[in-house]
């Protein structure tokens, strides 16, 4: 018999047609070969890191920031408040609300409360829905954040998203569970929100770490499900599982005001004062600095300070003199020559 003659076929990678030389010779050149297994590995990569950020999208909504997130979702309404978002300014919304709860004060494990993310803009304002976004976000006292109401300047473009542009197409559902609504920021955000989600870390919180410990100790999952935290404590107590509670006091006003200023606005009259109104030994430096407050006002001066201070950062009216002194000039360098 003769020698069997190979047919031309395809090359996988080009597409070009070539002979064969022997069995199981698949491709028309080495490059091609190389070429093929590497996008061949490239979707292979790309399918398993589909499905790492599936499984992240699912744990991100157990999260605190997770939860947060969904919920101001779902208070605006329309995905459109996420406009303008980065990889960075995402971390920087996941960092500023961390540095919330670390400021409230932690009590059983829980923040406290005591202060919250306050819009500058409202959520829903009257020209726009307010973005969810550190440049309209500021750490305020809840008490502060409750009592401002609604937002009505028109001027104030880069805080909200105004409601004759937004897109329809991007409204929420109340019936939509909080994995949908993550799953469609993910969607508006598209690439952005997958490279934030890849370096995003998950942490595990209290509630599931004592679930975990639990079901380690015989109980079901659908046991606990019917509890809330404090009877799963209760629970763990029964059964001699250490829980960690972390118990911390709630930031200083005066302090958490400083940290903000200088965040958003570093020009701020109020902080040149704020440093001396913390820390200012009455008793050591009486002979170093002349002041134009007296050791009883400096109390009142830090109300003083918060009060305006807090409505600064909101772009609200506010004022700088207090008993005919201006904030910058509570205390006065030795040198300067005072006419009282």
Request: aromatic fraction near 10%; charge should be positive; include cysteine.
């Amino acid at each position: 018999m003769g020698k069997a003659v190979l047919k031309s076929v395809a090359c996988p990678a080009c597409g070009g047609q070539f002979k064969p030389v022997r069995k199981g010779h698949l491709y028309c050149s080495e490059t091609c070969r190389k070429r093929y297994h590497k996008r061949s590995k490239a979707k292979l990569s790309a399918a398993n890191r589909a499905k790492r950020l599936a499984t992240k999208l699912r744990k991100l909504a157990n999260t605190s920031f997770g939860k947060y997130l969904i919920r101001e979702l779902r208070r605006a309404g329309n995905l459109e408040v996420l406009r303008g978002h980065s990889k960075t300014s995402l971390n920087r919304l996941v960092k500023l609300r961390s540095r919330c709860n670390t400021v409230s004060g932690y009590s059983s494990g829980k923040p406290i409360g005591t202060y919250e993310l306050s819009h500058i803009y409202a959520s829903q304002g009257k020209h726009g829905l307010g973005r969810l976004h550190p440049m309209n976000l500021v750490i305020a006292p809840r008490t502060f954040n409750r009592s401002i109401g609604v937002s009505v300047h028109s001027d104030w473009e880069d805080l909200y998203c105004d409601y004759s542009v937004i897109d329809q197409r991007w409204n929420l559902s109340s019936q939509m569970t909080a994995e949908q609504v993550l799953r469609a920021a993910r969607k508006y955000l598209k690439g952005v929100f997958d490279d934030w989600l890849s370096s995003f870390t998950i942490v595990a919180t209290q509630e599931q770490v004592l679930i975990k410990e639990l079901l380690n100790h015989g109980y079901s999952a659908a046991q606990l499900s019917a509890y809330d935290f404090d009877e799963l404590g209760a629970l763990a107590a029964k059964k001699d599982i250490f829980i960690f509670s972390k118990i911390a006091d709630s930031a200083e006003e005066i302090r958490v005001l400083e940290e903000e200023l200088k965040r958003l606005c570093p020009n701020s009259p109020f902080l040149p004062s704020i440093p001396k109104l913390l820390d200012f030994d009455w008793t050591l430096n009486k002979k170093e600095i002349l002041f134009r407050l007296t050791e009883k006002d400096i109390k009142a001066a830090k109300k003083f300070v918060c009060e305006q201070g807090w409505r600064q950062l909101h772009r609200l009216e506010f004022k700088t003199i207090w008993k005919g002194i201006d904030a910058r000039d509570f205390f006065t360098d030795v040198e300067v020559k005072l006419e009282l």
